[in-house]
């Protein structure tokens, strides 16, 4: 497994410089607005579907077939991809948090928020991949690219309705409460993920 994920780290390496132009973007937006999430959340969720990017250059390659040839076993394909969703996400986190830690020596930001908010994103990050990897496995990446903007679409959508029906959100205490169960929330989400994923690339003729 440990091949397949420097096979496509190296395969990633061809985005490097757009990764860098979306840093240096987003870098200045939270400099200007003094406001550091957007940054965070944006660097962590391109590096988290770069894992979609990866399995398109696979495609593109016709790689599992190939890989299938080999002494690779389906398992250890999906996984990979988990792994290095995992791996992706935290170096978005941590690139985009020491960047915005750079900017609280400019700016008044309270650092306890920025590592909250860091530490939420990356959570939010691996549950975006949890949706979305298993309905990249059944339908492939093109098919399933409307359902990953729904998959974004959605939270903001459901925030919105809840506004206009005059529905509260949760309160700080219970926002407090699920983040501290939060770990072994989303190790749940990504084991049952990971389940469907590989069921699915199992059964899957090549």
Do not use: C, H
């Amino acid at each position: 497994m440990r091949g397949l994920i420097i096979k496509d780290l190296l395969n990633l390496k061809k985005s490097l410089s757009t990764i860098l132009v979306l840093i240096v973007f987003y870098s200045f937006i939270a400099f200007t607005s003094e406001d550091p999430s957007m940054l965070i959340a944006m660097i962590a969720l391109v590096l988290t579907m770069m894992t979609i990017t990866s399995i398109t250059y696979d495609d593109l390659a016709k790689w599992d077939k190939y890989a299938l040839a080999m002494p690779i076993s389906r398992k250890d394909m999906v996984l990979s991809k988990y792994v290095l969703s995992i791996m992706l996400a935290l170096t978005g986190v941590i690139i985009s948090t020491a960047i915005a830690y750079i900017m609280l020596t400019i700016k008044s930001v309270d650092i306890s928020n920025l590592l909250l908010t860091s530490y939420a994103i990356f959570l939010i990050s691996l549950t975006f991949s949890s949706i979305v990897l298993p309905l990249v496995f059944k339908f492939g990446v093109e098919k399933s690219r409307m359902m990953m903007m729904a998959v974004i679409g959605a939270p903001m959508a459901l925030g919105y309705i809840l506004y206009q029906l005059g529905i509260n959100l949760p309160s700080e205490e219970v926002v407090l409460s699920t983040l501290k169960m939060s770990p072994l929330i989303v190790i749940a989400i990504l084991y049952l993920s990971f389940y469907i994923s590989y069921r699915i690339f199992k059964n899957k003729d090549m």
